[in-house]
T-cell receptor, first 115, second 111 residues
Framework: GDSVTQMEGPVTLSEEAFLTINCTYT??????LFWYVQYPGEGLQLLLK?????DKGSNKGFEATYRKETTSFHLEKGSVQVSDSAVYFC??????????????FGEGTQLTVNP | NAGVTQTPKFQVLKTGQSMTLQCAQD?????MYWYRQDPGMGLRLIYY???????DKGEVPNGYNVSRLNKREFSLRLESAAPSQTSVYFC??????????FGPGTRLTVT
């Protein structure tokens, strides 16, 4: 079945540092890929998405590129802020009429940014 | 436009008690989902409803039942709660081909 693997966390950075969170996936078809973010005590929010190979999703300074050849969707940000401290989830969707857009999640990566 | 709402926010149950978690969405989405979140395990799909009138098991359905009451509402029932069901439960909704929107979660403790 489909699966998503994220780099082990937690990750601790200083403000303005460069961020990379690795994500690789296994899927039989051509899934859509997502990054969700969860701030403390809240539900998940969509951060960015890519629906086909070589697509780049971007939002709030974060970027990720759908790499079919390496089955990866790594999250990057050039300069993190304290407000970026959260848990980040990589996910894939095998959308179909009969199943909705079911998501398979990675384990999540806790990011802490210190001032 | 409230998005996805869940009630209650917190609940404590004793082993063997039953309860229903409520979820509603006002975005006219066809599909709705229930997940549980446990430390180090990401989110795991319990049940989903691709469209009104249909429900299907996800990855971890044992011990749960669901009802898609109408297009807006999707409830999750624990008939006989167990300590292993202590978790944070999230409801989500989506159009078939698009991203999911999540509720704020219900934190459940079973003692």
């Amino acid at each position: 079945g489909d699966s998503v693997t994220q780099m082990e966390g937690p990750v601790t950075l200083s403000e303005e540092a460069f961020l990379t969170i690795n994500c690789t996936y296994t899927a039989t078809g051509y899934p859509s890929l997502f990054w969700y973010v969860q701030y403390p005590g809240e539900g998940l929010q969509l951060l960015l998405k890519a629906t086909k190979a070589d697509d780049k999703g971007s939002n709030k300074g974060f970027e990720a590129t759908y790499r079919k050849e390496t089955t990866s969707f790594h999250l990057e940000k050039g300069s993190v802020q304290v407000s970026d401290s959260a848990v980040y989830f990589c996910a894939l969707s095998d959308a179909a009429e009969t199943s909705g857009s079911r998501l398979t999640f990675g384990e999540g990566t806790q990011l802490t940014v210190n001032p | 436009n409230a998005g996805v709402t869940q009630t209650p926010k917190f609940q404590v149950l004793k082993t063997g008690q039953s309860m229903t978690l409520q979820c509603a969405q006002d975005m006219n989405h066809n599909s709705m989902y229930w997940y549980r979140q446990d430390p180090g395990m990401g989110l795991r799909l319990i049940y989903y409803s691709a469209s009104e009138g249909t429900t299907d098991k996800g990855e971890v359905p044992n011990g749960y039942n669901v009802s898609r009451l109408n297009k807006r509402e999707f409830s999750l029932r624990l008939e006989s709660a167990a300590p292993s069901q202590t978790s944070v439960y999230f409801c989500a909704s989506s159009h078939v081909w698009l991203e999911q929107y999540f509720g704020p979660g219900t934190r459940l403790t079973v003692t």
